[in-house]
């Protein structure tokens, strides 16, 4: 599975930008979907996933602004991201993973998703 995401850039705050990830290869094994982002000197973290069949997941930091979901007939992952914080600054990263969203939510929020894209880096100027 190749995933690739598009769409970061530099925007102000309070602006919008709208991430899309494209999944090619042995997609009929995608079933959990995420974004996860990693600002400069952080770990890496689980911010919204979705289920194939399209449950949601959200942390909390993002509830509200950000919202996760997917077009499985073009296999296609999207992330709407209103009302952008300079604290939303960094990489972000498409993954998916052929397990299901609420068996694995633990193993995800750890990062165990099996499939990553390279990432879009989103900047929000103060």
């Known amino acids: 599975v190749q995933l690739v995401e598009s769409g970061g850039g530099l925007v102000q705050a309070g602006g919008s930008l709208r991430l899309s990830c494209a999944a090619s290869g042995s997609i009929f094994s995608i079933n959990a979907m995420g974004w996860y982002r990693q600002a400069p000197g952080q770990d890496k973290e689980l911010i919204a996933a979705?289920?194939?069949?399209?449950?949601?997941y959200y942390d909390d930091f993002v509830k509200g602004r950000f919202t996760i979901s997917r077009d499985n007939a073009k296999n296609m992952l999207y992330f709407q991201m209103n009302s952008l914080k300079s604290e939303d600054t960094a990489m972000y990263y498409c993954a998916a993973d052929p397990g299901a969203l609420e068996e694995k939510f633990r193993d995800y929020v750890a990062g165990g998703m099996n499939y990553w894209g390279k990432g879009t880096l989103v900047t929000v100027s103060p």
């Open positions: 979705i289920s194939r069949s399209g449950s949601t």
